[in-house]
């Protein structure tokens, strides 16, 4: 059964980059599905960030796009999000996940990476 | 962006009780409606995909229903660890969505 971990940095500054990374245990990201990342701040409801194919091909939430870079190393079996300029409002619990091999919905999750943006 | 509404917020109720939690989508989502639960600093769970298909793995006491903008999620029987939030997802159109979730807790 396929294991997803986040990791990263679990503070980081305001105007700042969080860089988080998801690493898949059990599964092959060569091997196909897309992969994503979500993310839920305090008491809010989650909110989908963007996904990536094993070939690099991406689909970002338009509210980040400006920000955001999400890149896959198949060499690793890992996947990466980058969120620039960050301010309190992305403060989060971030999820990376699977999505299914049916449709646009996650089947597969990490346990969830909290990051807090605070000087 | 489709706004994705559910009802109620939070809702009590009892072991064995029969629970229904509806969503709502600001347009039409065909079946393209996705149930996740979650207990408190847990990742989602999938339940339920394309409206009403059930997760591998999960209880034959889920199931949901539903097309178009209206779709519910009902528990036939509640069990202790039951007792999560509960949270729709939509993947008709892009950016998907999810609902602000329900709460169910033990009365």
């Known amino acids: 059964q396929v294991q997803l971990q986040e990791s990263g940095p679990g503070l980081v500054k305001p105007s700042e980059t969080l860089s988080l990374t998801c690493i898949v245990s059990d599964y092959s990201i060569s091997s196909g599905y897309y992969w994503g990342w979500v993310r839920q701040p305090p008491g809010k409801r989650l909110e989908w960030i963007g996904r990536i194919y094993h070939d690099g091909n991406t689909y970002y939430n338009p509210s980040l796009k400006s920000r955001l870079t999400i890149s896959v190393d198949t060499s690793k079996n890992q996947f990466s999000l980058k969120l620039t300029s960050v301010t309190a409002t992305d403060t989060a619990v971030y999820y990376c996940a699977r999505l299914s091999g049916y449709g646009e919905f996650f089947d597969f999750w990490g346990q969830g990476a909290l990051v807090t943006v605070s000087s | 962006d489709i706004q994705m509404t559910q009802s109620p917020s939070t809702l009590s109720a009892s072991v064995g009780d029969r629970v229904t939690i509806t969503c709502r989508a600001s347009?039409?989502?065909?079946?393209?409606l996705a149930w996740y639960q979650q207990r408190p600093g847990k990742a989602p769970r999938l339940l339920i995909y394309?409206?009403?298909s059930l997760q591998s793995g999960v209880p034959s006491r889920f199931s949901g229903s539903g097309s178009g903008t209206e779709f519910s999620l009902t528990i036939s029987s509640l069990q202790p660890e039951d007792f999560a939030t509960y949270s729709c997802?939509?993947?008709?159109?892009?950016?998907?969505?999810f609902g602000q979730g329900t709460k169910v807790e033990i009365k």
């Open positions: 347009q039409g989502i065909h079946r393209w």
């Open positions: 997802q939509q993947y008709n159109m892009y950016p998907w969505t």
């Open positions: 394309e409206a009403s």
